[in-house]
Nanobody, 121 residues
Framework: QVQLVESGGGLVQPGGSLRLSCAAS????????MGWYRQAPGKEREWVGE?????????ADSVKGRFTISRDSAPNTMTIYLQMDNLKPEDTAVYSC?????????????WGQGTQVTVSS
């Protein structure tokens, strides 16, 4: 099992920045990647980006150049961060992190509880 706890959401003005954190603990040794997703009201959940075990990052086109994923790791724990710059109203959503191991299926995918990000003046 893997436990994930997000933090860092809030209200920010357009053009502002926020940094989200996702603290992971538990069976971490075979986690393949950790990532961020978001879901806006009335919309489907959207992949934001991820960081692989090797440290390779990838991003959705909608956030590329504005969002950055990084991580800190220790035995059996890992924290990933989502640095969000130049935020836009359309970035408003509940942001959730996940962790997954192979084989990729629902049983091997873990989710945090989510944190609200609101971009508004």
């Amino acid at each position: 099992q893997v436990q994930l706890v997000e933090s860092g959401g809030g209200l920010v003005q357009p053009g502002g920045s926020l940094r989200l954190s996702c603290a992971a603990s538990g069976r971490m040794f075979d986690i393949y990647s950790m990532g961020w997703y978001r879901q806006a009201p009335g919309k489907e959940r959207e992949w934001v980006g991820e960081i692989s075990r090797s440290g390779t990052t990838s991003y959705a086109d909608s956030v590329k150049g504005r969002f950055t994923i990084s991580r800190d790791s220790a035995p059996n724990t890992m924290t990933i961060y989502l640095q969000m710059d130049n935020l836009k109203p359309e970035d408003t959503a509940v942001y959730s992190c996940n962790a997954r191991r192979a084989p990729f299926n629902d049983a091997n995918t873990y989710w945090g509880q989510g944190t609200q990000v609101t971009v508004s003046s």
